[in-house]
């Protein structure tokens, strides 16, 4: 499996960004595509995740509301729209695929997103 984001930047807080995230190799045997975050100094944290089959969406408490995460299954792409960004948001963010909401396997190359006050 290959996966990796892209799209990161820096953006004043308020604003808002798109992450993409390219997957191949054996997706297919995963259930689901998620987008992970970690900020400097802090543990990686789940953000949000889809199915491959379906339309199901899962997100943390932080961030709902703000992001929403959508796929392009002809094109093994996986989104996360981010709006009203804090600084708070400031992290490297990954996509990951998983058995389920809960549990992921493998994780791709981060893109760096910056939020300023």
């Known amino acids: 499996v290959q996966l990796q984001a892209c799209g990161g930047g820096l953006v004043q807080a308020g604003g808002w960004l798109r992450l993409s995230c390219a997957a191949s190799?054996?997706?297919?045997?995963?259930?689901?595509l998620g987008w992970f975050r970690q900020a400097p100094g802090k543990e990686r944290e789940f953000v949000a995740a889809v199915t491959w089959n379906g339309d199901s969406t899962f997100y943390a408490d932080s961030i709902k509301g703000r992001f929403t995460i959508s796929k392009d299954n002809a094109k093994n792409m996986v989104y996360l729209q981010m709006n009203s960004l804090k600084p708070e948001d400031t992290a490297v963010y990954s996509c990951?695929?998983?058995?389920?909401?809960?549990?992921?396997?493998?994780w791709g190359q981060g893109t760096q997103l910056t939020v300023s006050s």
């Open positions: 990951a695929v998983g058995r389920s909401f809960k549990i992921y396997d493998y």
């Open positions: 190799g054996r997706t297919l045997i995963y259930s689901v």
